[in-house]
């Protein structure tokens, strides 16, 4: 059980401080989120009127002659029963931070988890802008000079995690996508569950990985690639939802495909919807009926003997494709943090052809959540 750098509090001795401070994990106040046109810089920051956020940015390098895989998640969640105390300690938001790198030839995962809560210079998140830290762990955003706001954007990374360091930069090479409905994202049959939601795919990636105190700079002439997601939500899982599939790619060609889909107990589908993107063109979005996850494989793990289909078969209007793990065991354990063990791992993005043939098209990652238990968010 790892501790909160920020905070030196184990999960136990958190869920004992929040007992004894008041504090409990309400259920989401569900409302139907407005529509509403999403403003940048400003929706890049922290929304804390809604109950969780996060900031998800997922990719692969190549550094010290291999492939590299890694993802670093910061998640904003509001603690509602707080929000009336005028204490300065009260925890009215709390942060928590995920961070995986994946050694594609060395089929080795290592992953870190940090929380805090925020204030007193432990953690925050700032509504003005993307802005996110826990102690040593952080994720800035930088305008870039004579470019607006939702067109270009730079970011930075760091965060030394307990057997890695990542210090990355991310440079946009297309506009900003916006998911579902001009960036608002129904996630179930009510309308109560939505997101505002956008992605930045085809982030150009640089700077560094530090693994075993071994230094090793991302190399400059591969086509190193990275894909950010911005979530924000008050009522995000449906009742019968158990948990979801995701899928962010970023093609070869430049194009960007998303697509997810969530699952009731029994497997069948709650809810689905995606986007495909080519490269200077309209974004394609798609309804909840166009999107159809397929399992093709199935992977146990030695850790919590939990069973996760590492390869779909993912149907959608802009094509039938195959995703494929490149490493099966890509399991996080965040039972110390937000509580949940899932999969979420670097991909190959294969599509098929009328003939039942495929080709490689791309990388990415794919998300899977709801297969060790029910997730609630």
Not at 3 to 9: C, D, F, R
């Amino acid at each position: 059980m790892s501790e909160s750098p920020a905070s030196g509090l184990s999960r136990r001795q958190w869920l004992a401080f929040a007992a004894a401070s008041g504090l409990a994990w309400p259920a989401a106040r569900a409302y139907a989120l407005p529509v509403k046109t999403l403003q940048f810089p400003h929706d890049f920051g922290s929304h804390p009127d809604l109950q969780t956020e996060w900031w998800y940015i997922t990719g692969h390098v190549q550094a010290g002659g291999r492939l590299w895989g890694f993802q670093l998640t910061f998640f904003r969640s509001r603690v509602e029963a707080a929000q009336s105390l005028q204490s300065p300690l009260a925890a009215k938001q709390l942060i928590f931070a995920h961070t995986a790198l994946c050694d594609v030839q060395g089929r080795k995962l290592l992953h870190d988890q940090s929380m805090a809560r925020a204030g007193l210079g432990l953690a925050e998140a700032s509504e003005l802008d993307t802005d996110v830290h826990i102690n040593r762990w952080s994720l800035k955003r930088s305008p870039v000079p004579g470019k607006d706001a939702a067109q270009a954007s730079h970011y930075h990374a760091l965060l030394s995690a307990k057997d890695f360091t990542l210090d990355l930069e991310f440079d946009s090479t297309q506009p900003i996508l916006l998911q579902g409905l001009n960036g608002l994202s129904r996630k179930g049959p009510e309308t109560e569950q939505a997101s505002y939601y956008y992605s930045q795919p085809q982030l150009k990636v640089s700077g560094s990985i530090t693994v075993n105190g071994k230094r090793m700079a991302v190399d400059a002439g591969a086509n190193n690639r990275a894909w950010l997601d911005h979530e924000c939500s008050t009522a995000l899982m449906h009742k019968e939802a158990q948990g979801w599939d995701w899928i962010g790619m970023n093609l070869d060609d430049g194009s960007a495909l998303t697509a997810f889909h969530l699952r009731r107990k029994d497997a069948s589908a709650l809810w689905a919807g995606g986007s495909f993107r080519a490269p200077g063109q309209k974004a394609q979005i798609f309804g909840a009926s166009d999107v159809h996850f397929a399992p093709l494989r199935w992977w146990v793990s030695p850790h919590s003997q939990t069973r996760y289909p590492v390869a779909w078969q993912v149907q959608t209007p802009a094509g039938r494709y195959e995703v494929h793990a490149l490493v099966d065991d890509q399991e996080l354990d965040s039972r110390a943090s937000t509580g949940a063990i899932y999969w979420e791992g670097l991909s190959e993005l294969r599509r098929m052809a009328a003939d039942g043939s495929s080709r490689r098209v791309g990388r990415g990652y794919l998300e899977m959540t709801g297969y060790a238990n029910a997730l609630r968010l």
